[in-house]
């Protein structure tokens, strides 16, 4: 097994899934209303807000461990352990409010993740304290320890970034397995007016579902694999989202902008991709977004 691969383990154990779902009800009581998950989420930036957050207090911490090592410098380590705690906060709920729209594995590391930040967040402040006492020596032997515990932390939570794509835009990857060339998406009648239908474009092995919104003689085309985590945006609805005519996601709320596939509403924080669109004979006909397309 990896050396990570343990994590895999852990995520598979449904040892402590009867507290997961009164915690995952705390977290979503405490962060209300809806605009403030959402700025939480990135929703606002179009990325993920808790990676942002989660280099102030990495960053901060591991210099202090850096700084501590020279007598003449651990005053200045003391600030960025304060400024590191005092940024631990927001990354917190960032991290906790993306964690109660994650599927079950994701939420079981999760847990673990978030006990070892809070052990180690207990740990620097206990080395806040003793450094103010004068106890200089028991200060670092608390920050050190906190390091290790927060670096160990880290790692989980890339493993649930990476391994378990909990903030990987799924759209994005569903569009990497999709056809270059145009799709025919069949005539603009066809077509239901002002809600979501389900097309297909070839992929590579599998058909690609895609989710196609026509208002009038208008069409916008997405991949129909929602950001977020990959829900049936075909099977959701068209509605008005703080004054955007959003595709709403049917899974988890999710509205991304028919103008431009912006998210609007979380969870998502990663936009929807949204395809090229052109008219000929009566027919529609849409391909993927220059981006995956070489020159
Ligand atoms: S899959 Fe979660 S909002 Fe779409």
Request: glycine share 14%.
């Amino acid at each position: 097994m990896s050396l990570l691969g343990v994590l895999d383990r852990i995520a598979d154990l449904p040892t402590f899934d009867k507290a997961i779902e009164p915690a995952r009800k705390a977290v979503n009581s405490l962060l209300r209303p809806q605009v403030i998950r959402d700025a939480l989420h990135g929703t606002w930036i179009g990325h993920p807000l808790h990676p942002v957050l989660a280099q102030v207090p990495v960053g901060t911490w591991v210099s202090a461990g850096v700084l501590d090592l020279i007598p003449a410098t651990r005053p200045a380590a003391t600030v960025l352990i304060g400024t590191g705690v005092a940024a631990a906060v927001p990354t917190a709920m960032a991290g906790a409010a993306d964690w109660s729209e994650q599927e079950i594995g994701v939420k079981r590391l999760g847990v673990v993740h978030a006990v070892a930040n809070s052990v180690a967040l207990g740990l620097y402040v206990g080395s806040l304290v003793a450094r103010a006492k004068g106890a200089g020596t028991l200060g670092r032997v608390l920050s050190y320890t906190g390091l290790g515990l927060a670096g160990g932390s880290a790692a989980i939570g890339g493993h649930m970034s990476y391994a378990q794509s909990s903030g990987a835009s799924h759209a994005a990857t569903t569009a990497r397995t999709l056809t270059h060339e145009w799709i025919d998406l069949g005539p603009l009648d066809d077509l239901a007016e002002g809600r979501p239908t389900l097309r297909t474009g070839e992929g590579q092995g599998a058909p690609v579902p895609l989710a196609v919104v026509r208002r009038g003689s208008h069409v916008d085309a997405f991949v129909g694999a929602c950001s977020h985590l990959g829900g049936p945006l075909a099977e959701g609805a068209v509605e008005d989202v703080r004054g955007h005519e959003c595709l709403v996601c049917p899974w988890h709320g999710s509205a991304f902008d028919l103008s431009n596939g912006e998210p609007r509403r979380g969870p998502a924080a990663n936009p929807q991709e949204k395809l090229e669109v052109r008219y000929e004979g009566g027919r529609v006909l849409a391909r993927l977004a220059g981006r995956h397309l070489e020159g």
